[in-house]
T-cell receptor, first 115, second 113 residues
Framework: AQSVTQPDIHITVSEGASLELRCNYS??????LFWYVQSPGQGLQLLLKYFSGDTLVQGIKGFEAEFKRSQSSFNLRKPSVHWSDAAEYFCAVGGLTGGGNKLTFGTGTQLKVEL | IAGITQAPTSQILAAGRRMTLRCTQD?????MYWYRQDLGLGLRLIHYSNTAGTTGKGEVPDGYSVSRANTDDFPLTLASAVPSQTSVYFC????????????FGNGTRLTVT
């Protein structure tokens, strides 16, 4: 069965500091990996995705993530955090097995940005 | 603006009552999904539909039913609500299965008393 672990429930960083949010996954085949962001009272918005090819993927809002198969990880990074980045971040894994794009989400990491 | 519309935005419902959460998309996406979001548990898939006329069970389908009569609409029904169904419900769609990203609605906050 596929699963996603986001070990950090809450993270606080200062504005301008770098950020790394951790994500580890379990999937029996080649995974499709996603990062989503959720602002309060809103649905989830796609930040970036990895399907194949270059293991470093660029997303919106200056975010990037690196796929490391040997570590089963897909960590999200940003060199310099802005106050508007405060939100909840979800990592998700999916693929073609079992029919349908049935993504499995992690439990999320709540990001707080200190000014 | 193209996207997913969910209704109602929020609802308080007495236990035992029947409730249908509505979801409509105007992107002509083939696949649609219902997730519930609970604190500390992330999002869990309730039901999905790969195309109009077909549905499938997700991770937590018990107590819920769905239908997909056409491409645009994917209602979620609670036949007899229980307090454990208190949650925020998100409808999502994707162009097709596989690597298409999900587009989410803004959610329905449901409280069952």
């Amino acid at each position: 069965a596929q699963s996603v672990t986001q070990p950090d429930i809450h993270i606080t960083v200062s504005e301008g500091a770098s950020l790394e949010l951790r994500c580890n996954y379990s999937y029996g085949a080649t995974p499709y990996l996603f990062w989503y962001v959720q602002s309060p009272g809103q649905g989830l918005q796609l930040l970036l995705k990895y399907f194949s090819g270059d293991t470093l993927v660029q997303g919106i809002k200056g975010f990037e993530a690196e796929f490391k198969r040997s570590q089963s990880s897909f960590n999200l990074r940003k060199p310099s955090v802005h106050w508007s980045d405060a939100a909840e971040y979800f990592c998700a894994v999916g693929g073609l097995t079992g029919g349908g794009n049935k993504l499995t989400f992690g439990t999320g990491t709540q990001l707080k940005v200190e000014l | 603006i193209a996207g997913i519309t969910q209704a109602p935005t929020s609802q308080i419902l007495a236990a035992g009552r029947r409730m249908t959460l509505r979801c409509t998309q105007d992107m002509r996406h083939n696949a649609m999904y219902w997730y519930r979001q609970d604190l500390g548990l992330g999002l869990r898939l309730i039901h999905y539909s790969n195309t109009a006329g077909t549905t499938g069970k997700g991770e937590v389908p018990d107590g819920y039913s769905v239908s997909r009569a056409n491409t645009d609409d994917f209602p979620l029904t609670l036949a007899s609500a229980v307090p454990s169904q208190t949650s925020v419900y998100f409808c999502a769609s994707s162009q097709d299965r596989g690597n298409s990203p999900l587009h989410f609605g803004n959610g329905t906050r449901l409280t069952v008393t």
